[in-house]
């Protein structure tokens, strides 16, 4: 069993950054972040093979989010830039304990979530 805590997030204005943390208690194969908005099913963001290597983003988010790994510390981060109200959600963090890379944008191919994290962007 992995557990998964995240942390950071907050209010930012339009155009701004962020950055979230999402620690693991141990290995896994792959580590994600997914958003769910005000009424919205939880949509994929971003993904980062266990590996640290390959790297995946929702159309999205591409250009403006960076997903990146430090394996010595189990630790996935997120660095949102140029912030846009649509990004408002609430962010998971989840883990892949089998390598099923193929459904890495299907959440429920995750085995493990951290209890999730308030992002607002005031437009």
């Known amino acids: 069993q992995v557990q998964l805590v995240e942390s950071g997030g907050g209010l930012v204005q339009a155009g701004g950054s962020l950055s979230l943390s999402c620690a693991a208690s141990?290995?896994?194969?792959?580590m994600a972040w997914f958003r769910q908005g005000p009424g919205k099913e939880r949509e994929f963001v971003a993904a980062i093979r266990g590996s640290g290597g390959s790297r995946y983003y929702a159309d999205s988010v591409k250009g403006r989010f960076t997903i990146s790994l430090d394996n010595a510390k189990n630790t996935m981060y997120l660095q949102m830039n140029s912030l846009k109200h649509e990004d408002t959600a609430v962010y998971y963090c989840?883990?892949?304990?089998?390598?099923?890379?193929?459904?890495?944008?299907?959440?429920?191919?995750?085995?493990?979530w951290g209890q999730g994290i308030q992002v607002t962007v005031n437009s």
């Open positions: 141990g290995g896994t194969y792959m």
């Open positions: 989840a883990a892949l304990g089998s390598p099923d890379y193929n459904n890495r944008e299907d959440h429920k191919a995750y085995d493990y």
